[in-house]
């Protein structure tokens, strides 16, 4: 949630680090995509249930979040049961919450065109933008977490590895077999970037506790300037 002044600012003056150290992340476990929508809001609108505030504005580019209050009457009056099947609707349950959050705070909601190219000259879409990106970041980690632990019990010890390449940039990895990478990245198999820079050299491993972990300190030592790599790497 944001102070509307963060609106009357410049897309140029709206910085990321900024919105990230706002951004909070949530996962849902069997859902669907439009469910998920839902529940989203949901759980955004009860974070912020007892927080002070005025008017408040919901922006989504959600079609069916954005089309709930228009919807209102129509479900209200029907008792949120399908006119094909007069059987209650799959999501009525979220639906009756979502109008109970309305009825209490009144939130208008505004629809947000996801992925726009005007999102750099208008400061809604650069939020949006920035928040879409770091929670696409954190559903990538999250799914090669769930995949790897399937894994890892019957692997070995987890590793962080850098190599300082023949152009002498720094490439970082992750294996739970050390050596066995190493060979790969000899014989040019195991990554693209350090085939066409070989010869190279390990210069550094960091041992981690689990695929989770290791995950989780190559994608942020990757997101660091060579600079700071080498400050983050003591080399």
Known sequence: MLPASFLESSPAAIGRTEIIGLLKVKRFKGTSSTRLELQTVLWALAENRQVPHGRLTLYSDSQCVTGLLRRKPRLLAGGFLSKKTNRQLINASLYRAFYEFHDESGFQVVKVAGHSKSRNHDPVHRIF???????????KIWLKESTEVRIETNNGHWCVY??????NSLYIGMTNNLEKRIE????????????????FELVKTIPCRNAAEARRLECELKALTRKKKIEALEL
């Open 162 to 167: 850098a190599l300082r390449c023949r152009n």
């Open 129 to 139: 933008s920035i928040v879409d990106r770091e929670a696409r970041k954190a559903l």
């Open 184 to 199: 790969k990245h000899k014989l040019g198999t195991g990554s693209k970037f350090v085939r066409s820079w070989r010869p």
